[in-house]
C-alpha cells in the first residue's frame, strides 16, 4: 500500500514561503522596524508588533543550530526514508528554521556544520527546501 506524504496547510501567511520554494527560492519574512528576518510567525520574534514586514529571499546559507537523527518515523508515510535528519538551521540572516539534512551519510553531521539549500520536487510536484552539508 502507497502512503503520501503530508502537505503543510498553505494559507495567507505562508503562501510566498511556498511560492518561493516552487520557484527555488528560499523567502523569509522581514521586519523593517526590527531589521529581523522570521519564518512566518512574528508571534515568536521581536517584530510582534511590527506593521513593517516584508517577504525576501535569503542566501539559503547557514549552519546546523541543533538536530535529530529520526529513527522511529512519524508515520507509515515516512517508513521508507528511515533514518533521516531534522535540523534547526541557523541561516546567515539569523533566522532559525526546521528542515531536512540531505546525506549520504547521517553519522558525521555535527552541529556547526555549514549547510545549503536545495529545492527536492515531489512526485506531484510541491517542492520542498531542504539542506545539505555545504563543502
Do not use: C, H
Not at 537523527?69 to 508515510?77: F, N
Not at 541557523?90 to 551519510?105: K, M
Not at 506531484?124 to 531542504?130: E, N, Q, R
Amino acid at each position: 500500500m502507497e502512503f503520501k506524504k503530508p502537505r503543510p496547510t498553505i494559507d495567507p501567511d505562508s503562501k510566498t514561503y511556498w511560492e518561493g520554494a516552487s520557484n527555488e527560492k528560499l523567502m523569509l519574512q522581514y521586519s523593517i522596524d526590527t531589521n529581523e528576518y522570521f519564518l512566518y510567525s512574528k508571534q515568536l520574534t521581536n517584530a510582534i508588533n511590527s506593521k513593517n514586514i516584508e517577504w525576501r529571499q535569503v542566501s539559503g546559507k547557514g549552519k546546523i543550530y541543533s538536530f535529530t537523527i529520526v529513527y522511529a518515523p512519524a508515520g507509515p508515510a515516512f517508513k521508507n526514508d528511515t533514518p533521516y535528519i531534522v535540523a534547526s538551521i541557523e541561516l546567515d540572516e539569523g533566522a532559525r528554521i526546521i528542515s531536512n539534512i540531505i546525506t549520504d551519510d547521517i553519522e558525521k553531521v555535527s552541529i556547526g556544520d555549514k549547510v545549503k539549500v536545495i529545492f527536492e520536487k515531489q512526485s506531484d510536484g510541491f517542492t520542498i527546501p531542504m539542506f545539505i552539508i555545504e563543502n
